[in-house]
């Protein structure tokens, strides 16, 4: 069913605020996401159009503080299906996107407005997925733009095998892998999100405007940028941020040395999650940044729809049934054994701060967090995670 502002809880003038907020400046900056948590949209809106905020704030606004018009932009939406989701709203994806407001407290960036970027004010969605639903169980696969047939055949596989466990898959809508993955779902019946580096209102590339509108109809094509705003390349590192922010974890399948794909990989482990790069070939150009991943990021090798399950899915997935038991610390391998002992007897933990502890990667972290859980030997509460009541001093851990 398609969802649209009827289903939506927010005033009209709150939401037109909010599509004027995230055009105003180049990206959402830590001075206008204070200015709106201070004074609300509505009147943060108001003092920029009216020059009454902070110098930084006033540089960073200047140019189009009296060219955007909010409602303008919602009737462009509305023109092509689309519309504005926003805080407060029941489809407003918070867990997503609540952590790409982690740097809030930095306060540097560059001169003329770029400053740094933050969770989006809004997101113009097309299509009919529903926004929380669809994202609850996501993975984002991403890759060159110039795959190998290994690649496109990789993508395709991984794609709908996840898309048949009931994952969305979300990508950049480009061509190569991104769209080997969206086709390979569509084919599927299943769910998958493109997201845009501009407005929602204007396929890009032009050359996979038919995919996108059958991803539109299915799923949705996603943006943080308005209506009628045309794509740059620091759009699209934006783009990439936002996807590794829709994916419970990030799948890239083939990237040369430099490439987009890997910036999204890099934005997903500073969100703390999980990373996934499939290997090729050791001769081909096309997947030296995956294995760069490997050896320097700490990123996991997945070959299977399995892996990739395990790697985005909740906590206690794993790739493999258990096929014997061991109850003590001696029967653990050495990377479990070290994230139980990382693991604090009271309190809680982030994974981060016990991958820290463990001197174990991110991603690696999790998977073991994820098996200590279902095993009963540790415990995820409001303060993190932690040992379970018995200690750990008698365990039952699966082990393969």
Same mark, same amino acid.
């Given at each position: ?9 927010? !005033? ?20 206008? @996401? ?21 110098? &930084? ?34 489809? @407003? ?30 997101? @113009? ?5 529903? %926004? ?72 890009? %590339? ?26 740059? &390349?620091?759009?699209?590192?934006? &783009? ?101 002992? !990382? ?38 509460? %409001? ?18």
């Amino acid at each position: 069913m398609m969802v649209g502002e009827g289903d939506m809880v927010v !005033a009209p003038e709150v939401r037109r605020a909010y599509a004027y907020l995230g055009a105003v400046t180049e990206r959402p900056t830590a001075e206008l @996401w204070d200015l709106v948590d201070r004074v609300g949209p509505v009147e943060a809106g108001d003092r920029i159009r009216s020059g009454r905020v902070s110098a &930084r704030l006033a540089e960073q606004s200047e140019s189009r503080r009296d060219r955007v018009d909010g409602a303008a932009l919602m009737e462009a939406a509305g023109e092509v299906g689309a519309h504005l989701v926003v805080p407060g709203d029941p489809g @407003w994806p918070a867990q997503a996107l609540e952590p790409l407001d982690r740097p809030r407290w930095l306060r540097t960036g560059g001169r003329g407005g770029v400053a740094t970027a933050l969770r989006p004010l809004g997101l @113009w969605w097309r299509g009919a997925a529903d %926004p929380v639903r669809t994202l609850g169980r996501s993975v984002a696969v991403v890759g060159t733009r110039a795959p190998t047939s290994y690649g496109r055949a990789v993508t395709a596989d991984l794609a709908s095998g996840v898309c048949a466990g009931g994952f969305t898959v979300v990508s950049g809508g480009a061509f190569g892998i991104d769209a080997a993955a969206h086709r390979a779902v569509l084919g599927a019946g299943g769910s998958t999100i493109a997201v845009l580096a501009g407005g929602v209102d204007r396929f890009y %590339p032009r050359g996979n405007d038919g995919m996108l509108q059958a991803v539109a109809e299915s799923g949705a094509v996603v943006s943080a940028q308005a209506p009628g705003t045309g794509v740059t &390349r620091y759009r699209f590192l934006d &783009r990439n941020r936002l996807i590794a922010a829709l994916g419970r974890a990030t799948v890239v399948v083939e990237a040369a040395a430099r490439s987009g794909a890997l910036s999204t990989a890099a934005w997903a482990a500073a969100l703390d999650r999980p990373v996934g790069v499939v290997p090729g070939p050791v001769t081909s150009v096309a997947s030296v940044g995956c294995h760069l991943l490997a050896r320097d990021r700490g990123a996991v090798l997945v070959t299977r729809t399995a892996d990739v399950v395990e790697l985005a899915g909740d906590m206690g997935e794993t790739a493999d049934p258990p096929h014997g038991r061991s109850s003590t610390w001696d029967g653990l391998d050495d990377v479990t054994r070290r994230v139980l002992e !990382a693991l604090p007897i009271t309190g809680g933990s982030a994974p981060a701060e016990v991958a820290a502890s463990a001197g174990t990667a991110p991603s690696v972290t999790r998977a073991v967090l994820g098996r200590l859980l279902s095993a009963g030997a540790a415990v995820r509460g %409001p303060e993190g995670w932690r040992r379970s009541g018995d200690g750990g001093v008698q365990l039952t851990i699966p082990v393969a």
